[in-house]
């Protein structure tokens, strides 16, 4: 159902970290942009989508304008987390009525549900009947859906995937053995993709994707075919970005490095702050590394 390299999409800005508008012209051009580099499936409105500063009016009608753009091309899965089961609902409603291919769901965060509130949250967005994907990140959201959970939630009609960003390898093959084979794993961290895949994984959402999505579809389709030393090859050459993306939060990152493409603005906002001249200067020679500005 979703497999490859798919972009965690950043949502286009106009204006200053102060005060800006959505840019629904240049969100149009990233959609068609990241199409024609052979990404496998788009992502809007999650946390490199700036989910967290957007109100709901705009991040459904980033949702609504990415899954109109796309026009069935490839696969949309919106971002449709929350902390509050109720506003979640909302989202996921609202994107299985917009015609969006499935859902993002993080585990709510800050509130840290115990095992039992995860599978109560998941298994009343499960009735929405889009199929959905639990992002599990607990670095960001205090909370770590554990593999048998993820086991249990795996039994129902909805529950088709997760985007795994805890950064263990381990979990790939934890997954399969509590979820089965079947159970759509996607990396959430672009420095172990590679790896991710050769655990079970079938793919990433990734936020290096905003800028290299070329070279990200062609090493995901690589690592599919079993070509490890040619998506290895790749993920040398994008490894310094990965982790340069990173140095400071990786929206920031990311939007300064589509900016030196002349694809989006660097605009981000508050509490975000535009990247650090270091930041700036380390993603640049990352670029150059990896071919992208030569």
């Known amino acids: 159902m979703f497999r490859g390299s798919m972009p965690a999409l950043v949502t286009p800005l106009k204006g200053n970290e102060f005060k800006s508008e959505v840019d629904f012209d240049a969100l149009d051009a990233l959609v068609d942009w990241q199409i024609a580099e052979g990404s496998h499936g788009i992502v809007p409105v999650g946390t490199t989508g700036e989910s967290p500063t957007l109100s709901h009016t705009e991040h459904e009608a980033v949702v609504e304008a990415v899954v109109a753009r796309s026009a069935g091309r490839v696969p949309v899965i919106a971002g449709a987390g929350s902390n509050n089961t ?3 609902l909302r989202f996921v409603e609202h994107a299985k009525r917009v015609g969006a291919d499935g859902a993002l769901v993080v ?13 109560a949250h998941f298994a ?12 599990n990140i607990p670095g960001r959201s205090a909370v770590d859906m554990n593999p048998e959970t993820m086991g249990e939630l795996a039994k129902l009609d909805n529950i088709v995937g997760v985007k795994d960003a805890t950064g263990d390898l381990a979990r790939v093959s934890q997954q399969r053995i509590t979820c089965g084979a079947d159970f759509v794993q996607l990396s959430g961290e672009d420095a172990t993709a590679h790896g991710f895949n050769a655990q079970g994984g079938v793919g990433c959402i990734s936020v290096t994707c905003n800028v290299a999505p070329k070279l990200l579809s062609q090493m995901q389709e690589a690592t599919l075919a079993g070509d490890y030393a040619t998506a290895l090859e790749i993920q040398d050459r994008l490894m310094p970005l990965h982790q340069a993306i990173f140095a400071e939060p990786g929206l920031v990152g990311v939007k300064y490095a589509m900016s030196l493409l002349g694809r ?6 508050l509490p975000l702050l535009p990247a650090t001249e270091g930041t700036k200067a380390r993603i640049a020679d990352a670029m150059r590394h990896a071919g992208l500005m030569n």
């Open 124 to 135: 009343a967005l499960n009735a929405v009947g889009l199929p959905i994907v639990i992002y």
């Open 264 to 269: 989006c603005p660097e605009t981000v906002r």
């Open 107 to 119: 585990t709510p965060y800050y509130n840290k549900p115990t095992q039992a509130g995860l599978i």
């Open 86 to 88: 109720t506003e979640a």
